[in-house]
């Protein structure tokens, strides 16, 4: 991690203690197995003393061949695949990656075997996708959602807020 990533997990970290002080609902805490995120959850788990559980449903949409490549790389080595493309969807024409409909699936599965109160650390790709299949919305409305690395997502009832600092604010309607 950064030392700028080290600040934000650690902002997120005081922020879900804060907003989870008062609450006596008992959370539990889901993250993807990947490097980075379990450095964001020990940090969190610093402040938020709640043991999490590695799922594979949480990782970051894979691009197969692709993982770990510029886009520069992949169009020199695979000319012509990102023709069109926009700063999201060009993840999805990896020949060997995942779909967005597969990433729609995982996402739409791991809501359904959610029964408790949940925080999630995942990914910044899936967790657009994630809020997207929460909240309904299309592809296009998914790929667009921002991704602040200050706060966190309050997902509840149909509906989305970002908590950051003193802050909280409402996802636009789909």
């Not at 804060?18 to 964001?40: C, E, K, W, Y």
């Not at 997502?153 to 003193?166: A, F, K, M, P, Y």
């Amino acid at each position: 991690m950064t030392s700028r990533g080290i600040e934000q997990a650690d902002q997120v970290a005081h922020l879900l203690r804060d907003a989870l002080h008062n609450d006596d609902q008992l959370f539990q805490m889901q993250i993807s197995p990947l490097g980075r995120v379990r450095q964001t959850a020990d940090r969190v788990q610093a402040k938020v003393p709640l043991p999490y559980i590695e799922d594979d449903k949480l990782v970051e949409v894979t691009t197969g061949s692709w993982d770990g490549m510029t886009r520069f790389e992949i169009d020199n080595e695979f000319p012509g695949h990102l023709d069109g493309s926009n700063a999201f969807d060009w993840y999805f024409r990896a020949p060997d990656g995942e779909s967005f409909d597969d990433a729609c699936k995982r996402a739409t599965s791991w809501i359904s075997d959610i029964r408790h109160p949940t925080i999630v650390i995942s990914h910044g790709l899936f967790g657009r996708i994630l809020r997207g299949v929460f909240l309904g919305l299309s592809k296009r409305e998914m790929l667009a959602l921002p991704v602040p690395h200050d706060g966190f997502w309050r997902l509840h009832d149909s509906s989305c807020e970002l908590v950051t600092g003193s802050t909280s604010i409402a996802a636009p309607d789909p």
